[in-house]
């Protein structure tokens, strides 16, 4: 089976990464042979924070709190409206912090906008602070993005939907039209055993980070809880891996791509940062790259 594969792209703040780059990015994206856009989603940064970021050592995040960021639904909307085969994603959406049936709305719409080429990756997030500003409550984050993975398909799939949980509640809804393919695919993001196990219950695939764990070991814990939840890596789930880039030559990450390949992901995420002079000289670096490991 061929791997596919996908970049990440931040976009937002600066006139360097505004609207019009966005789209000349996407369609150098597609150019280049990626085959997924990915979007990150937080509605607010702050200047400081209690709360421990996963992926650095220190827990302090990588990035400035001014650093921009466009709500990843128009991104992806933008970037879908410009291409014809890039399919897009987010990367991944803080779904707690949303309604659900808000969220089932615009995923539709966006599912339609781009001729059901959108992947919802949802994830449960890591600050405190971020939660409290919305005004939602940071304590039982995970049964709330689970009960709303569930409305939502409701939504989707039936003409006439209802559902009773402890955070959502209708009954006698219509969201119409239906996606373009009956429902959209659901990517759990996260590299928790929690997360691990919310999407062999729950999700159409899994979206990990390879940051600071060895992959082999990682992959194994996942498919021991997918088992223990009756699921299977077949048609309809997909197994996904991104790799933050820093310092790594082109020749290293072929080398990861190709490890990731061996362990059975179905697509591999390029997590590099793009400058905004000569990106498509380097999309299509990192492309012929991982190309490679196919």
Known sequence: MTMEIGITGVFGGSPKRDIGFLKEYAVAAEEAGFDCLYAP????FFASYDSKYPYTPDGHPSFPPDVGLYDPLFVCAVASMVTTR???????MILPERPALLTAKEVMTLDHISGGRF??????GWSDEEYAALGVPWERRGRRADEYV????AAWSNDVAAYQGEFVQFENAVLRPAPVKGTVPIIVGGDSPAAMRRAARL????YGWWAGVELEPHLAQLRAIMAEEGRDQGPGWSLRVGL???GESPDEVAEKAAQAKAL???EFVVGAGIPSRDFDVHLR??????????
């Open 41 to 44: 989603e937080h509605v607010v």
């Open 119 to 124: 992947d919802l990756g949802i994830g449960i």
């Open 264 to 266: 059975g992901v179905d």
């Open 150 to 153: 569930e409305a939502i398909r």
């Open 244 to 246: 933050p880039i820093g």
């Open 203 to 206: 999700g159409d695939g899994w």
């Open 285 to 294: 670096r990192w492309a012929e790259a991982v190309s490679t490991a196919r």
């Open 86 to 92: 890039l399919r897009t994603a987010t990367s991944v």
